[in-house]
């Protein structure tokens, strides 16, 4: 599945638990998924690796745990494709307030934006946007083309026919670039408005931003890398143009805010029921996406729901038990994780599973690729 990083690396909660939850001890013990992080550097190439755990059920705890001094607990990152899910979150509360309808099209609120080509905006509803049954071409795809606004985006995907017909999943970044826009349009304000205003502001995630067109990441901070292909050096990537990215993956955060916001979302406290079971409404993608969120089989049989986020110079991964009573974010300081698709579902069973061994009839699932 295309990523945002392709295209950027050449162009280059308050913690909403009520107030009687058991408080917890700062490092009671060693999270299950530690011992894995220096598999994450060893077989997977990353420079540094760290993560942040949170359970607040049967023998609660609050862990961090880094490989080394790269990365820091309060350090800021690019947190790309995690953007979808907040992105997602204030469609929702936009559909919950009676402003937009999941059945709109994009036609309806964005006249003539998505036409030509092949393309046809009376066709794809804000629900094909959110679980990339669109159809629509991925612009990061296009290694050619640069576009610094989410118009010029629009215009770099209609250069292309459409990925596939509406109604069949295939994971785009216009997507979400499209629903930034539909946000200004039915709102009046910007999506990163509408964020701080509905998400970041009310769960104090204080170390979450959008950069806009600032390139430098907010201290503190480290750094981030893309490895050069021709000879496998570390190139630093750390200050680049987030405008690219836009809707689809500007979001810079850390560890803790990732951990607050989804513990928030799935634990109800930014969705009624009904939108939050549109949230984690997987039907129309059999199973593999909801909207702007994705759930994860594990080895154990249970399903770990969060997003990853891989742009130049970061990759993050966020997953949390249904209830958001146990999550788990994860980051390397570089975009290339080597064996990726063995490493980090076992780093992720080592976290939620309570068994040991994996069950022999239990698949190991695809990643889905930010």
């Not at 690019?78 to 099209?105: C, W």
């Not at 009904?274 to 997987?282: C, E, G, P, S």
């Not at 990759?315 to 038990?321: E, G, I, L, M, N």
Request: net charge positive; with cysteine.
């Amino acid at each position: 599945m295309p990523t945002l990083r392709a295209l950027l690396a050449t162009s280059l909660l308050l913690v909403l638990f009520s107030l009687g939850t058991v408080p917890l001890p700062s490092e009671p013990h060693l999270t299950p998924a530690a011992s894995y992080l220096p598999r994450l550097v060893a077989a997977g190439g990353a420079p540094t690796a760290a993560l942040l755990a949170r359970r607040t059920s049967s023998a609660p705890y609050d862990t961090y745990r880094s490989t080394g001094p790269g990365i820091r607990k309060e350090d800021r990152f690019r947190a790309g494709s995690v953007t979808k899910t907040f992105v997602a979150t204030v469609v929702l509360q936009l559909a919950r307030e009676g402003r937009l309808q999941l059945s709109d099209t994009v036609d309806q609120l964005l006249p003539g934006l998505i036409r030509g080509n092949g393309n046809d905006g009376r066709r794809i509803t804000l629900r094909a946007l959110l679980s990339h049954t669109s159809g629509l071409y991925d612009y990061t795809a296009d290694t050619s083309a640069h576009p610094v606004s989410a118009t010029a985006a629009v215009r770099v995907a209609l250069a292309h026919r459409p990925t596939s017909t509406p109604g069949r999943y295939a994971y785009s970044n216009t997507n979400y670039v499209v629903l930034g826009l539909v946000i200004r349009r039915v709102t009046g304000h910007s999506y990163a408005t509408e964020i701080r205003h509905r998400i970041i502001t009310p769960l104090r995630l204080t170390g979450t931003s959008l950069p806009g067109s600032r390139t430098t990441l907010p201290s503190p901070r480290g750094r981030g890398f893309t490895r050069d292909p021709a000879d496998g050096s570390l190139r630093d990537v750390t200050e680049l143009d987030p405008r690219t990215a836009g809707a689809a993956g500007e979001l810079i955060s850390t560890l803790a805010d990732l951990n607050r916001f989804y513990a928030a979302l799935l634990g109800g406290r930014l969705l009624p029921p009904a939108q939050l079971a549109a949230l984690l409404n997987t039907g129309a993608t059999h199973g593999v996406y909801g909207l702007g969120i994705y759930p994860q089989k594990l080895s154990c049989g249970i399903a770990v729901w969060g997003h990853n986020g891989h742009i130049a110079g970061s990759y993050v991964r966020t997953a949390a038990t249904r209830d958001g009573r146990h999550t788990l974010t994860y980051r390397i300081d570089t975009d290339t994780l080597t064996d990726a698709e063995t490493l980090e579902p076992a780093l992720l069973d080592a976290e939620f599973c309570s068994h040991p061994t994996r069950p022999r009839n239990v698949p190991r699932p695809a990643l889905v690729r930010s």
